[in-house]
């Protein structure tokens, strides 16, 4: 399939380099990339544990943070409770 990407100059040039290396393409390359992050992120188990008789799952490493004035925002905007 084909697409277009936009990526930073150092990324583009670390991905090239990687694929010079292996014999790829760059586009051979990317979807390499992609496909090793999405099996480590499947692969790493969610923690979930008991807090106050609530499971709670801890986030994956690299997960955006949300803080609790931006859930309350979304809470009213949305009309929830």
């Known amino acids: 399939m084909r697409t277009t990407a936009d990526l ?3 990324s583009y040039r670390s991905v090239r380099e990687r694929a010079q290396r292996s014999g790829v393409s760059v586009g051979r390359m990317l979807g390499m990339l992609v496909e090793q992050a999405l099996a480590a992120e499947a692969a790493t188990p969610l923690v979930v544990k008991q807090s106050h008789g609530f499971n709670v799952v801890a986030a994956r ?17 949305e009309g929830f409770i």
């Open 8 to 10: 930073d100059e150092q």
């Open 61 to 77: 490493p690299g997960s955006p943070v949300i803080s609790a004035t931006a859930i309350q925002r979304a809470i009213d905007d």
